[in-house]
């Protein structure tokens, strides 16, 4: 298996743009974490200019966290741009299983257009599979060990590699899945941080072409440096500012020396 420090490397050494359709909740916190892991963010999201954005950028970030129908618009353009155009797209299905609206919304991205990565917490992704499972607003009432079939469901059906987080990172493509055990539980106490390990996804898959390496590669740095920041900072306030500290010095070689993934 090819070490994670050589994906990180190559978004260092890029530095893609990566575009980003994402909820007004994150777009600071997001946009910062790309920087600081050495990536280049952009937030667009109207319908003028998401297919313009969409052929200047590395990769397309699709999250779903707050929704309306003029930005579900300019989702359906920028997917369908950057299928056009051969460029990753990551889907964060935020919330998927809490309202029927965002569930209809999914069903259409996914006929818009099938993801390069699907990247979400256990029960958004037991919801998109069609298990029977009710979301607790955004957060996971599964651990991602439990949405393991139906990781691999969606990855067959829709071709994705499939990204779950939790306890345990579940990365699945096809047949192949990956295990990343880095992390800390505060992580799931501060808001931003699921969004973040997409668009992150997203700077590894514009990097990488190989998605499942990309995928395990950004699942990894998000829980390495969330282990680096947790070492100094055990509250969510300073864990932020630690942890977007620890993005900015993460190496490759830090990277393969910390990282715990199995296969």
């Not at 345990?168 to 096809?174: A, P, Q, W």
Request: negative net charge; hydrophobic residues 50%.
């Amino acid at each position: 298996m090819e070490k994670p420090g050589k994906a990180l490397a190559s978004v260092q050494t890029q530095v893609p743009l990566v575009h980003n359709i994402t909820n007004f909740v994150v777009m600071n916190f997001t946009a910062n974490a790309l920087l600081a892991v050495g990536a280049s963010p952009v937030m667009a999201h109207a319908v003028e200019e998401v297919e313009e954005m969409v052929a200047i950028a590395g990769a397309l970030v699709v999250n779903i966290g707050t929704l309306a129908p003029q930005w579900v618009e300019g989702m359906k353009l920028a997917m369908k741009k950057a299928v056009e155009l051969g460029k990753p797209i990551i889907l964060d299905p935020v919330g998927a299983g809490a309202t029927s609206y965002r569930n209809q919304v999914l069903t259409e991205l996914l006929e818009t257009a099938s993801p390069s990565i699907i990247r979400g917490n256990a029960s958004e992704i037991l919801a998109l599979a069609g298990s029977n499972i009710k979301t607790k607003g955004v957060d996971s009432t599964a651990s991602s060990a439990d949405s393991l079939e139906a990781a691999r469901e969606l990855s067959k059906k829709y071709g994705s590699v499939v990204s779950v987080s939790g306890a345990t990172d579940v990365i699945v493509s096809g047949s192949d899945v990956a295990f990343v055990d880095n992390g800390v539980p505060l992580m799931t106490r501060i808001t931003g941080m699921g969004c973040s390990a997409s668009a992150i996804a997203g700077a590894f898959a514009a990097a990488n072409q190989d998605a499942f390496v990309a995928a395990i590669g950004a699942a990894a740095t998000m829980g390495v440096c969330g282990e680096i920041a947790y070492e100094k900072a055990q509250l969510p306030g300073s864990f932020q500012t630690f942890f977007l500290d620890a993005l900015a010095e993460i190496n490759d070689e830090k990277l393969n020396q910390l990282a715990k993934i199995r296969q």
